[in-house]
């Protein structure tokens, strides 16, 4: 029974159960739980850069700016407009998805490094915004007193393990979004897009539509992500859509692995619990960072996700692709002398 199982399967039952049993084990450490979940909320920002550089192969470096736009308009339409958090909630994953959509006509008009060269002076400028226009974004003062979701009869999010399970619903979501599109045609497309374009154009690939939804999309995923991170923190200020913020979420994707659908989720929580433990180190946490990902780049280039992979033992390989009673599985008798004359 034990060698009919696979092992995948079982992987991720053990991390959706230890997600789901979170709060239990931390109900007598919350600020441990709150780490998990502002892991959570970076990995669900980290699952919308894995659709658009994962399974697309173009690397935007204003994710982190579509986060901190997320962010700022929950954050503001609660604060200054005393907005209601659902309703600033549905606008920012609004904001963010016209953004991305308007940004993504331009962009996708350049490939390769002038598309990461364009999405990173994209990121600069919406900081720069961020930043300079203080009348509307408060500046370097950041916005604070950021609303809770609104209680939905009994369910009161201002509770810790309330609101990690709200969170843990959309990174659900977005865990089970990424595995429906690595096997649905449009994922596959993505990966032909990834793989060669002009191989993905022969074989009937609307490259240019393609392209533009991944983008949208990952950028929608991104703003959801920071509006949900202004109401777990309470505050928020121009960090939240600085560059570090989206090379923070690449690094996730570095160690978890790269176009999989627990690799975002993996490194967010191993780089958050990390943060934790270099937090006396905050300025030099990357230089800590760098021989580790090395060593990642040299010994597991897939990521830890690609690693594991490559540990499956072979027997539940074949397994999984020769059953009992195949042809191939069934013992054939040598002839004997009499047969054979």
């Known amino acids: 029974m034990i060698d009919r199982l696979n092992p995948r399967l079982l992987g991720v039952a053990l991390v959706a159960i230890a997600m789901l049993l979170a709060p239990v084990v931390f109900s007598e450490q919350q600020y441990l739980l709150r780490v998990?979940?502002?892991?959570?909320?970076?990995?669900?920002?980290?699952?919308?850069?894995?659709?658009?550089?994962?399974?697309?192969?173009q690397l935007s470096l204003a994710h982190g700016a579509f986060f901190g736009v997320g962010a700022y308009t929950v954050g503001l339409l609660t604060t200054d407009r005393d907005w209601p958090f659902w309703s600033a909630f549905l606008v920012a994953i609004a904001a963010t998805t016209v953004l991305g959509y308007v940004s993504g006509l331009i962009a996708l008009r350049t490939q390769g490094a002038y598309f990461a060269i364009f999405t990173m002076a994209l990121g600069f400028l919406i900081f720069i915004v961020i930043v300079r226009w203080e009348s509307l974004t408060h500046a370097h003062s950041g916005v604070s007193g950021v609303k809770f979701p609104e209680n939905i009869g009994p369910i009161d999010f201002t509770e810790p393990a309330v609101m990690y399970y709200f969170v843990l619903i959309f990174l659900a979501a977005a865990a089970y979004t990424t595995h429906a599109l690595l096997n649905s045609n449009a994922g596959r497309s993505l990966v032909a897009?990834?793989?060669?374009?002009?191989?993905?154009?022969?074989?009937?690939?609307?490259?240019?539509?393609?392209?533009?939804l991944a983008f949208t999309a990952s950028a929608t995923i991104a703003g959801l992500a920071g509006g949900l991170f202004a109401?777990?923190?309470?505050?928020?200020?121009?960090?939240?859509?600085?560059?570090?913020?989206?090379f923070e979420m690449l690094l996730f994707l570095l160690i978890g692995g790269l176009g999989t659908v627990m690799g975002p989720l993996l490194g967010s929580l191993l780089v958050a619990f990390l943060f934790e433990m270099l937090q006396d180190l905050e300025t030099y946490r990357f230089i800590v960072l760098g021989p580790i990902i090395v060593l990642l780049v040299i010994f597991a280039p897939r990521g830890m996700i690609g690693y594991l992979n490559d540990l499956v033992p072979a027997r539940f390989?074949?397994?999984?692709?020769?059953?009992?009673?195949?042809?191939?599985?069934?013992?054939?008798?040598?002839?004997?002398k009499s047969e054979v004359h």
């Open 36 to 57: 998990v979940t502002t892991a959570a909320i970076y990995a669900i920002a980290a699952y919308g850069l894995n659709i658009i550089l994962g399974l697309t192969g």
């Open 193 to 212: 897009i990834r793989t060669s374009e002009d191989l993905a154009k022969s074989i009937g690939v609307n490259v240019a539509v393609s392209k533009q």
């Open 231 to 246: 109401s777990l923190n309470g505050f928020i200020g121009p960090d939240s859509a600085g560059i570090d913020r989206t």
């Open 317 to 336: 390989k074949r397994r999984a692709t020769t059953m009992p009673g195949d042809p191939a599985t069934v013992p054939v008798a040598s002839p004997t």
